[in-house]
């Protein structure tokens, strides 16, 4: 469906429903944080890999013996059980991290799979990956909560340091600055390589998801009892805090930010996702998304089928939202009217999503093992990758390339 005509203009479907209708004011953009200390950024060195270990889809085998989709380029293989995470460096889009759970994680070439380096030493399964906003680092974190960091052009680990149970972690977008969530409900920030520690401390229980804004200064945390806060990252205090009826009812599981940082989208176990105005903290409307069918009662002894928003995000072209359901659900929702837009069904439940960087273009992956990709403007279907023989647990975009996907899954290789 292409937009109508005129400004705020919508097509709407027999399905959709108008959940409430409010004036977005979004403020404007905040100056990039003027008391981040400058960090001079060195140039990657190239070095030559330090060995090989990838295959072609020509060279893989199945192990049924029958044939399958595989739609991939190249196809790594290091790792020995799930790979857990996996992230692109944003400076060339020609490197990746992965990370798993047989307590390792590699850095590897993307052209044709070439391993880097190790990045030795977890005592755990590896949950965390990723690379500084200048690919200068790269951060590598376990369940354990050992993170460790390493310059890419040396292949050297620069930093590292012990936490409490990991449940996540993300580089500051614009500085050498790491930012973890654990299990004991504290956030960490720290300086690399200097290590120098801030903590913010949330309550009682595990903070579960976090975000840091685009203007540098600010970083929403979503914990285990449904409250949601947004943090000064210079002061370490808590600028807004969302709980009870404004909160989530059950835990957190992700959240994200417009392209400015003036609207945050926050996902839950309780089906919910919420929009919020990150200046006021006032909660902007609520995202209810109804069953497509009605679900028969689970008989004594069985567990009722659950439901749970697992990822969402925002478009940059276009005032629409993306949430993704464990149910399987994909929906489009348009901000200017807090309305549903579109109703894309999978048969297995949504992993994560990420929108192309320009354009009204979504992907999903999900627990059958397929990335596909959705036309945000008619809800159809553009596309379907295959190549996993088991569910795909992460995935990353590069944009770059105009959407070129790189993938990781249950079965060990990626």
Same mark, same amino acid.
């Given at each position: 469906?292409?937009?109508?005509?005129?400004?705020?203009? /919508?097509?709407? !479907?027999?399905?959709?429903?108008?959940?409430?209708?409010?004036?977005?004011?979004?403020?404007?953009?905040?100056?990039?944080?003027?008391?981040?200390?400058?960090?001079? +950024?060195?140039?990657?060195?190239?070095?030559?890999?330090?060995?090989?270990?990838?295959?072609?889809?020509?060279?893989?085998?199945?192990?049924?013996?029958?044939?399958?989709?595989?739609?991939?380029?190249?196809?790594?293989? &290091? !790792?020995?059980?799930?790979?857990?995470?996996?992230?692109?460096?944003?400076?060339?889009?020609?490197?990746?991290?992965?990370?798993?759970?047989?307590?390792?994680?590699?850095?590897?070439?993307?052209?044709?799979?070439?391993?880097?380096?190790?990045?030795?030493?977890?005592?755990?399964?590896?949950?965390?990956?990723? +690379?500084?906003?200048?690919?200068?680092?790269?951060?590598?974190?376990?369940?354990?909560?050992? *993170?460790?960091?390493?310059?890419?052009?040396?292949?050297?680990?620069?930093?590292?340091?012990?936490?409490?149970?990991?449940? %996540?972690?993300? %580089?500051?977008?614009?500085?050498?600055?790491?930012?973890?969530?654990?299990?004991?409900?504290?956030? %960490? $920030?720290?300086? *690399?390589?200097?290590?120098?520690?801030?903590? =913010?401390?949330?309550?009682?229980?595990?903070?579960?998801?976090?975000? *840091?804004?685009?203007?540098?200064?600010?970083?929403?945390?979503?914990?285990?009892?449904?409250?949601?806060?947004?943090?000064?990252?210079?002061?370490?205090?808590? /600028?807004?805090?969302?709980?009870?009826?404004?909160? !989530?009812?059950?835990? &957190?599981?992700? @959240?994200?930010?417009?392209?400015?940082?003036?609207?945050?989208?926050?996902?839950?176990?309780?089906?919910?996702?919420? /929009?919020?105005?990150?200046?006021?903290?006032?909660?902007?409307?609520?995202?209810? $998304?109804?069953?497509?069918?009605?679900?028969?009662?689970?008989?004594?002894?069985?567990?009722?089928?659950?439901?749970?928003?697992?990822?969402?995000? =925002?478009?940059? @072209?276009?005032?629409?939202?993306?949430?993704?359901?464990?149910?399987?659900?994909?929906? #489009?929702?348009?901000?200017?009217?807090?309305?549903?837009?579109?109703?894309?069904?999978?048969?297995?439940?949504?992993?994560?999503? /990420? %929108?192309?960087?320009?354009?009204?273009?979504?992907?999903?992956?999900?627990?059958?093992?397929?990335?596909?990709?959705?036309?945000?403007?008619?809800?159809?279907?553009?596309?379907?990758?295959?190549? !996993?023989?088991?569910? #795909?647990?992460?995935?990353?975009?590069?944009?770059?390339?105009?959407?070129?996907?790189? &993938?990781?899954?249950?079965?060990?290789?990626?």
């Amino acid at each position: 469906m292409e937009p109508a005509d005129g400004p705020g203009a /919508l097509d709407f !479907h027999g399905d959709e429903e108008i959940i409430e209708v409010v004036e977005l004011g979004p403020p404007g953009p905040d100056d990039l944080a003027a008391e981040m200390e400058d960090v001079d +950024f060195e140039d990657e060195g190239a070095e030559e890999p330090d060995g090989e270990a990838w295959e072609t889809e020509d060279d893989e085998g199945l192990e049924d013996g029958m044939e399958a989709q595989d739609d991939s380029e190249v196809t790594f293989s &290091l !790792h020995s059980a799930s790979v857990f995470c996996v992230s692109l460096d944003p400076k060339t889009n020609t490197l990746a991290v992965t990370g798993g759970e047989d307590d390792k994680a590699f850095v590897w070439r993307l052209s044709d799979g070439e391993l880097l380096f190790e990045c030795s030493g977890h005592k755990d399964s590896v949950t965390c990956a990723g +690379f500084s906003h200048d690919s200068v680092f790269v951060a590598t974190g376990d369940m354990s909560g050992l *993170i460790k960091v390493w310059r890419v052009d040396t292949k050297e680990e620069a930093w590292s340091f012990e936490v409490g149970d990991l449940e %996540w972690m993300e %580089w500051h977008p614009q500085a050498h600055v790491l930012l973890a969530g654990t299990a004991d409900g504290n956030s %960490w $920030m720290w300086k *690399i390589p200097s290590g120098d520690c801030k903590t =913010f401390q949330g309550p009682a229980c595990p903070a579960t998801c976090g975000k *840091i804004l685009p203007d540098g200064k600010r970083a929403v945390v979503g914990y285990e009892d449904g409250t949601m806060r947004i943090w000064d990252l210079k002061q370490g205090t808590s /600028l807004h805090v969302l709980k009870g009826q404004d909160g !989530h009812q059950d835990p &957190l599981t992700c @959240v994200a930010s417009n392209q400015d940082g003036s609207l945050i989208l926050t996902g839950s176990v309780d089906c919910h996702a919420k /929009l919020v105005n990150s200046a006021t903290g006032k909660v902007v409307c609520v995202f209810k $998304m109804e069953s497509a069918a009605p679900k028969a009662p689970a008989s004594e002894g069985e567990e009722a089928e659950s439901n749970s928003v697992e990822s969402l995000g =925002f478009c940059n @072209v276009m005032p629409l939202a993306a949430v993704g359901y464990l149910d399987g659900t994909l929906a #489009i929702y348009d901000l200017s009217t807090q309305s549903l837009r579109h109703k894309c069904q999978h048969e297995s439940g949504i992993v994560q999503l /990420l %929108w192309e960087e320009n354009s009204a273009v979504v992907y999903t992956c999900s627990l059958d093992g397929a990335v596909r990709l959705w036309d945000a403007r008619s809800g159809k279907m553009i596309s379907e990758y295959r190549g !996993h023989s088991a569910e #795909i647990l992460d995935f990353a975009v590069n944009n770059s390339k105009g959407g070129s996907l790189w &993938l990781k899954s249950t079965c060990g290789a990626v």
